[in-house]
């Protein structure tokens, strides 16, 4: 066992037993929902240089894009 694992059962043993319940829901609530890791898209702004030239050429893409669809 693991020293981070034989405290944390120490420190377990130490909560009052009606504190037990609210703790093992913040456990599972933890497990279940891990935080999400924050991205810094700022990081990787402008990393694949000026692929439109203007806001026409995006545009236009756009509806290059749209008119590809098969529905």
């Known amino acids: ?7 944390a ?7 009052p037993e009606k504190n037990l319940s609210a703790l093992l829901k913040f456990i599972q609530e933890q497990n279940l ?5 924050k991205i ?4 990787y702004a402008g990393s694949a240089g000026d692929l439109f030239g ?4 995006v545009e236009n893409y756009i509806k290059v894009l749209r008119n590809d669809r098969e529905f």
């Open 9 to 15: 059962l120490k420190l377990v043993e130490e909560i």
């Open 33 to 37: 929902n891990p935080p999400k890791r």
């Open 40 to 43: 810094d898209v700022g990081k």
């Open 1 to 7: 066992m693991t020293d981070l694992r034989q405290t």
């Open 54 to 57: 203007d806001t026409e050429s």
